[in-house]
């Protein structure tokens, strides 16, 4: 993540591949913005929470929901209420994000390409919708919006296979693709590619390259120049960690972006703005 130290060190936001808060968002988008991503850790803390049973993640994400509906009170939310200024249609992307961690406590694999882009439409891209509609953006940018979130969160999600299956029993490859390639899900968990699981990657890279291509062709049509940098900054970031998984075993070991990695991508983001 691409953020100021300052930024940092009062958000105490960890880093991560991809800019939540970067250089180029205005002061007065900073706060919204770290309040949806605190809002949306502490929601992923819960779902992801190896120590309680589904249906005990379900009842502590009700506290959520409740408080988003009104009737509650939680702290992330109240937070996020509190940045947002009480709007409705900022807040509705929470719910969006929320229902994404639900559906993750009784939903674990994905039949085909749609399915799991259907997931995505609430595990990912309300965060896009809400830089959007924070920045008054007309609704016609969802659907570069869409396919950037989506293109980062099939990438991303991709590199974390092994540890998804085998510490959440969640996979998010299509079964269909893992079929495709004649991979099955035990494979996900050796320490190794194969020749059979690097094609079955590759093939969900070229996926996820893909939506944030088309994501970049609508790009232009971002009124404010900062937001767009924003959004060019996000792209770059997620076709050079593709660029790098293609190249690494990720079973072996973690890929991310390092130093050098996101100073390349801010210097393409600022050259195509």
Not at 77 to 104: C, M, P, Q, S
Request: charged share 25%; glycine share 6%.
């Amino acid at each position: 993540m691409i953020i100021d130290n300052n930024m940092a060190e009062n958000a105490r936001i960890p880093r991560e591949d991809f800019p939540i808060l970067s250089i180029f968002l205005d002061r007065r988008a900073r706060a919204p913005v770290q309040a949806l991503y605190k809002f949306a850790r502490a929601g992923d803390d819960i779902a992801d929470d190896p120590l309680k049973t589904a249906d005990q993640r379900q009842n502590d994400l009700l506290i959520f929901r409740q408080a988003l509906a009104g009737s509650g009170s939680q702290p992330q939310v109240d937070a996020l209420r509190f940045a947002v200024n009480g709007d409705e249609k900022l807040l509705r992307h929470g719910a969006a994000l929320l229902t994404a961690f639900e559906n993750d406590q009784h939903k674990t694999r994905f039949t085909d390409c749609a399915d799991l882009e259907d997931y995505y439409r609430f595990s990912a891209n309300p965060v896009g919708r809400f830089l959007a509609d924070l920045y008054g953006q007309d609704a016609n940018i969802y659907q570069y919006t869409d396919a950037l979130c989506t293109g980062l969160g099939l990438i991303t999600n991709l590199r974390d296979c092994g540890d998804d299956l085998r510490d959440l029993d969640r996979i998010y490859i299509p079964l269909a693709l893992l079929d495709r390639h004649g991979v099955n899900e035990a494979d996900l968990l050796k320490r190794q590619q194969t020749t059979a699981l690097k094609a079955l990657f590759a093939a969900q890279l070229a996926w996820g390259s893909r939506k944030i291509t088309t994501a970049l062709a609508g790009a232009t049509q971002i009124r404010s120049k900062n937001l767009r940098r924003h959004f060019y900054l996000a792209a770059r970031c997620g076709l050079r960690l593709a660029r790098k998984m293609r190249r690494r075993d990720i079973l072996r070991q973690k890929v991310n972006l390092h130093g050098g990695d996101m100073a390349l991508c801010l210097l393409s983001a600022c050259w195509r703005t």
